[in-house]
């Protein structure tokens, strides 16, 4: 998979989809393959634009049980195959992204709709650049990479269809709740509490 496969997913370059895509390529370098199952996992530790290139590179997705959210809100991914202990963990060096307060300024403008065309045009030019760099840097000035041991997830689950007595939606059994003596779905047991 190539960098611009990663983008057509994701939507838009930026300096997130960059990073991603530099970690699922380390990932596959070593791994050697796309995930088609659940053989290969990823667990990312934030849901940032990065996760999206793990997606398409690695073939780790939350459908198939291998992409595992931990919402620790770090740069941090560890990949592993299933059956072997032995982790590949990359985390984005502190200093790798230089804050630039312009950028942000203007990322805040943008956000909030206040941004001229002048500056949207200099906002993007420097995500372009940001994002380029990210690309072009070598590996050690970006990351930290190891190899860790790690406790796999189990395998993705499937469990029967209940009907929620109340909104009538099917949900996976191990979450209903009971609402006044009959089984509901989380949307329903939360709903006028």
Avoid at 20 to 43: H, M, N, P, Q, W
Avoid at 69 to 85: A, I, L, M, P, S
Avoid at 130 to 158: G, N, T
Wanted: glycine share 8%; aromatic share 8%; proline share 5%.
């Amino acid at each position: 998979m190539d960098f611009e496969t990663a983008v057509q997913f994701h939507g838009h370059v930026c300096p997130g989809i960059a990073i991603g895509y530099r970690i699922a390529t380390l990932a596959a370098e070593r791994f050697k393959d796309r995930s088609e199952d659940e053989e290969l996992v990823a667990v990312v530790e934030n849901r940032s634009c990065a996760v999206d290139a793990i997606q398409v590179v690695n073939g780790c997705t939350c459908g198939k049980g291998n992409l595992v959210f931990k919402e620790n809100g770090k740069h941090v991914y560890t990949f592993f195959k299933r059956g072997d202990e032995k982790a590949l963990r990359i985390s984005l060096k502190p200093d790798a992204l230089p804050q630039d307060d312009r950028h942000t300024a203007l990322f805040a403008k943008l956000r909030a709709g206040t941004a001229s065309p002048e500056e949207v045009k200099e906002f993007r030019a420097a995500h372009e650049a940001k994002s380029q760099s990210i690309l072009e840097r070598p590996e050690e000035e970006i990351f930290w990479i190891k190899e860790v041991k790690i406790e796999p997830p189990q395998k993705a689950r499937v469990y029967p269809t209940v009907i929620c007595s109340e909104c009538g939606e099917g949900f996976m059994e191990p979450l209903g709740r009971v609402k006044n003596g009959k089984i509901v779905c989380i949307s329903c047991s939360e709903a006028g509490e």
